[in-house]
């Protein structure tokens, strides 16, 4: 299971880091688009994803990419661990166990 939430990155100072959505999906050993983070705002947002009961991979689609699953291996987030991406406004988001 992992965590993944949006932050803001854009507007006054002091909405930086602003959580805009979270996710606590359940990975399985196939991609799953996540859903439900609420939407990207103009300029993009930062996917902070944390890796929380063993390791797993995600992959960030590029706004207007319609393949379905992720056409690649993505990235590995190893257990406990975390990482942080930019992603563009449309950007869709999946995960996997690795």
Known sequence: ????????VHGPASAAGT??????????GTWA???GLGTIPPGGAMLDISANAGA???AVMPPNTIATPPPHNGEIVQNGAARRQHIPTGSRVW???T
Not at 1 to 8: C, G, K, V
């Open 95 to 97: 995960t996997r166990l």
């Open 56 to 58: 797993i991979r995600f």
């Open 19 to 28: 959580v805009l959505g979270t996710q606590n999906p359940t990975e399985t």
């Open 1 to 8: 299971m992992s965590q993944i939430r949006l932050l803001q």
């Open 33 to 35: 688009e996540v859903t």
